[in-house]
């Protein structure tokens, strides 16, 4: 069975940066994609970015293009998510979830960044 924990959110001021880590355990390459959700307080959660383990192909929602770099570390079974330019709008827990391609079904705890104005 394969586990994802989140690490690195915190609080940080408007303009400024975050990484999130996202650590697989066990059979980690069974699933061929991981993705980066957000929920705000309030809305519904939201796609954020997405790679694919083999070969690092990534895909992003419009509201983060150019800001957030999602990339991985395959010795390690770790994903990042590096945040530039953080908004308040940013805010939110952030969750990673693993997919085999039929849905994500494997989800970590999520991890809190707040982004204060």
């Known amino acids: 069975q394969v586990q994802l924990a989140e690490s690195g959110g915190g609080l940080v001021q408007a303009g400024g940066s975050l990484r999130l880590s996202c650590a697989a355990s066990?059979?980690?390459?069974?699933?061929?994609?991981v993705g980066w959700f957000r929920q705000a307080p309030g809305k519904e959660r939201e796609f954020v970015a997405t790679?694919?383990?083999?070969?690092?192909?990534?895909l992003y929602a419009d509201s983060v293009k150019g800001r957030f770099t999602m990339s991985r570390d395959n010795a390690k079974n770790t994903v990042y998510l590096q945040m530039n330019s953080l908004k308040s709008e940013d805010t939110a827990v952030y969750y990673c979830?693993?997919?085999?391609?039929?849905?994500?079904?494997?989800w970590g705890q999520g991890t809190q960044v707040t982004v204060s104005s």
């Open positions: 066990g059979r980690a390459s069974s699933y061929y994609r």
């Open positions: 790679i694919t383990w083999s070969n690092g192909m990534t």
């Open positions: 979830a693993a997919t085999r391609g039929s849905g994500y079904d494997i």
